[in-house]
């Protein structure tokens, strides 16, 4: 029987996706903590549930483009058929079921670290699957349980967030984010 494929599942909204999310799946590939990394467009995140998304297709399709030359790193619609909002249990459940050949590993900010007990069935997460924590500026790793481990990448200062706020006062972003998500951000004027 073979080893199953190591499999970092890292989920956001990328509204837009930024270099900050390319770097941290790089240093998950890097540091030899998954084999692959999915990056997992999320159509409902539930702690965002007022967030104004660009089109979920949309958000897919940028993040494809700037990944497709990115060995190890793939653009993920797998959420877009689940139950909304999408929670992390749920998702894992379905998509374990869904790839058998697959060791699921669920890739999360420090930010998200500091309030997992109060995610739904944190539990359940803890119990059945490896968890990496990345750095965020502003959030101290702390508490680590066996089966989590502390991504060592480097702390990059970026939000989409900000990268919305620079569009609307036309400021450049080209340094923050992906030369295809730029190309499409311009092109068709979003985030204005």
């Not at 990328?14 to 084999?35: M, Y």
């Not at 569009?167 to 972003?173: D, N, S, Y």
Request: aromatic share 10%.
């Amino acid at each position: 029987m073979s080893k199953p494929i190591r499999t970092a599942l890292f989920g956001g909204t990328f509204n837009p996706l930024h270099n900050g999310h390319l770097t941290i799946a790089r240093s998950v590939l890097e540091q030899g903590l998954a084999d692959e990394v999915w990056m997992l467009i999320t159509p409902c995140n539930p702690w965002k549930k007022d967030q104004v998304l660009l089109d979920d297709r949309l958000r897919y399709n940028m993040v494809r483009d700037a990944v497709k030359d990115i060995h190890g790193i793939e653009a993920s619609d797998y959420e877009f058929n689940l139950p909304k909002p999408s929670y992390t249990a749920n998702t894992l459940r379905h998509i374990s079921a869904d790839y058998p050949d697959r060791e699921f590993i669920l890739t999360i900010g420090a930010d998200n670290w500091v309030k997992f007990d109060n995610w739904r069935e944190s539990d359940f997460i803890l119990s059945n699957y490896r968890i990496i924590v990345y750095p965020r500026s502003g959030f101290e790793i702390k508490d680590i349980p066996q089966g989590v481990t502390e991504l060592n990448c480097p702390l990059v200062d970026v939000s989409s967030t900000d990268i919305r706020s620079k569009i609307q006062a036309g400021e450049p972003i080209n340094e923050m984010v992906p030369v295809s998500v730029a190309r499409t951000i311009a092109y068709l004027k979003l985030y204005l």
